[in-house]
């Protein structure tokens, strides 16, 4: 018989981005409620936003962000979702879950509701597998093993450092995408869990995300976004891209697949359009960029790799658009806020290189 995952509920903040009320919060409550949430309230600071009661949660806004990051504020985003990455800084557990407003809970296709959080916390707590496939995906699930093949010396894993959730209903497309398809919904439930292989990069979507914040914490930037900025949308993009080769040189492993949530509403894609144009063109020089980059021996740290990305991205994206050049700055601000936020984790090694 499977173990019961352990809740971790004294280790793990859930974190959630919001301009409304969250009144969602009520059909998550059977698995949300003994967790601590951080919301972080994006927009009009004087809005009031209502949370429903017995829920443990501290909430954060704009001018609580200036307060307590004074001038290093302006590496967190304003008017975008990308403001979560707050809530990550501010945390002090060893785990973080991030989910959006809009996203409910969704059902087995048994009817069985799923526990988004303990599949999460599974995923976090089992090793992954990047340095070699496996082709029936997750070894370490019940009912599941290496195949034959398999080297031996590599089944012993790395540590997980993100889990990557999916969505039934509305995917998580592009603008050009809904335009073309603006009626079809996810209905397929695939049972299977992925480690993304060494080497590969992947869109990292945040609406169901989790991650081992003392692993990883540092690169879980979203960058500068939204208000003021030429890019929407690529947020959860450019942490997913940063995470990943970081994730390779500190041999450290992502997974991708359960669970799932129920994705509600379909952001408007003419709005989606204006907020992504300029990332579908540069995508195609960020991709190529983060394929061919090495990270130097050194770098043992977080921290560390972060900070020579952000020389990178300075050195050879700042080509493509000068908005790169004051990302790069926002990168080593992010890293330094971190640093005072969190100086016990400030000189550790993550990983190994």
Request: with cysteine.
């Amino acid at each position: 018989m499977a173990s019961p995952t352990p809740l971790l509920k004294d280790e793990l903040d859930i974190v959630i981005p919001t301009i409304r009320n969250l009144d969602f919060l009520e059909m998550w409550r059977p698995f949300f409620q003994p967790y601590h949430l951080i919301i972080v309230q994006d927009g009009d600071p004087s809005k009031t936003i209502k949370v429903p009661e017995g829920f443990d949660y501290e909430l954060y806004n704009r001018n609580d962000i200036n307060r307590i990051l004074g001038p290093k504020a302006n590496c967190i985003s304003f008017k975008d979702s990308a403001c979560r990455c707050f809530g990550y800084m501010v945390s002090k557990k060893k785990y973080i879950y991030t989910i959006d407003d809009d996203c409910f809970v969704a059902n087995e296709p048994s009817g069985k509701k799923i526990n988004a959080l303990e599949q999460h916390i599974k995923n976090l707590l089992c090793p992954s597998t990047p340095f070699f496939f496996n082709t029936l995906y997750d070894p370490y699930r019940d009912g599941a093993d290496f195949v034959r093949g398999y080297p031996f010396s590599l089944r012993e894993g790395v540590p997980t450092a993100v889990s990557h959730g999916l969505w039934l209903n509305i995917p998580d497309y592009d603008a050009p995408t809904q335009l073309v398809k603006p009626l079809e919904r996810n209905t397929r439930y695939v049972d299977a869990v992925l480690t993304i292989p060494k080497g590969t990069l992947f869109p990292m979507c945040g609406m169901n995300l989790a991650f081992d914040r003392e692993l990883i914490g540092p690169a879980m930037y979203f960058g500068l976004m939204g208000d003021g900025q030429p890019i929407g949308r690529y947020d959860d993009m450019w942490a997913g891209w940063c995470c990943k080769v970081i994730c390779d040189h500190l041999g450290l492993g992502i997974k991708t697949g359960l669970p799932y949530i129920y994705h509600s509403k379909a952001s408007n894609p003419f709005v989606n359009l204006r907020k992504e144009y300029k990332g579908i063109f540069w995508q195609e020089d960020i991709i190529p960029f983060f394929q061919s980059i090495v990270l130097p021996k050194e770098a043992t740290s977080v921290q560390k790799c972060y900070i020579e990305l952000a020389k990178q991205v300075k050195d050879k994206l700042s080509k493509v658009d000068p908005y790169f050049d004051k990302l790069a700055d926002a990168m080593v601000t992010w890293i330094e806020a971190w640093d005072e936020l969190n100086p016990a984790g400030a000189s550790l090694a993550n990983g190994k290189a």
